[in-house]
């Protein structure tokens, strides 16, 4: 069985599972996943790698960020960035797991700039600096 999220941002996200040919939707809540495990057991039927990427992701608190390589080096996978990155453009669980406060080595908010002008906002809004559409990086926004 693979999930696959609808794209529905609230505290209830819906998603399809699909499973030899059946969909049913399940929903979801914000308060359901509260720790590392809940985040392992729902993402059971994903790859080990993305189950990590997500896991070490959700940990990242409010008002900190964390680099794709940061991410790459804390599952163990340090030449895996560019993995981690798509791993995240395809986050079945947000805004449970955090995706937004992951952003690129030197600050900066890759792909679309509509959708990186979401996430700077919504970094902006815990209280993470930016200049020029970039994080100012230092040791006390850095997970």
Not at 25 to 52: C, G, M, P
Not at 115 to 123: E, F, L, S, T
Request: proline share 4%; hydrophobic share 35%.
């Amino acid at each position: 069985m693979r999930v696959y999220s609808t794209g529905i941002a609230s505290s209830l996200n819906r998603h399809l599972d699909v499973d030899m040919g059946r969909t049913a939707v399940r929903y979801v809540r914000k308060e359901d996943i509260k720790t590392v495990e809940d985040i392992v057991r729902y993402l059971s039927n994903h790859s080990d790698f993305e189950t990590a990427v997500y896991a070490a992701t959700f940990k990242i608190p409010k008002g900190k960020v964390c680099t794709y390589h940061g991410i790459a080096r804390m599952i163990g996978k340090p030449k895996a960035t560019r993995a981690v990155a798509n791993a995240l453009h395809n986050n079945p669980l947000y805004p449970i797991v955090p995706c937004w406060r992951v952003v690129k080595s030197d600050g900066g908010f890759g792909g679309e700039r509509s959708a990186a002008n979401g996430r700077r906002k919504r970094v902006e809004e815990e209280g993470v600096p930016t200049r020029n559409n970039k994080v100012v990086m230092s040791k006390e926004v850095l997970f």
